[in-house]
């Protein structure tokens, strides 16, 4: 998802987030099943300690593409409701 943003394709990402989440409800259901060694437990934590980073540099990138979103809609909304008091007919 991370090399998606830094791209740019933001058509891609809800898909890979679906995904993301079905794998993550995935380890949920069958972690109190497993136990893990040390070395095990170890790189657990560094892919965390990844995803958590990656999630944040994630989040700097699309966050203003959201806000950018936010602020488009708004725009349509006011021209929309401008359009609608002076009578503009739109098809």
Do not use: F
């Not at 079905?22 to 095990?40: F, N």
């Not at 203003?64 to 739109?90: F, I």
């Amino acid at each position: 998802m991370l090399e998606l943003a830094r791209a740019k394709e933001w058509g891609r990402l809800p898909e890979l987030e679906a995904r993301c989440c079905t794998i993550v409800a995935r380890l949920r259901e069958i972690e109190p099943l497993t136990s893990l060694d040390e070395s095990q437990l170890e790189h657990a934590l560094h892919l965390l300690d990844r995803i958590r980073a990656e999630q944040a540099e994630l989040s700097g990138l699309v966050k203003p593409q959201l806000d950018d979103l936010v602020r488009r809609m708004g725009y349509l909304n006011q021209q929309k409701s401008l359009d609608r008091a002076y009578g503009v007919m739109t098809h």
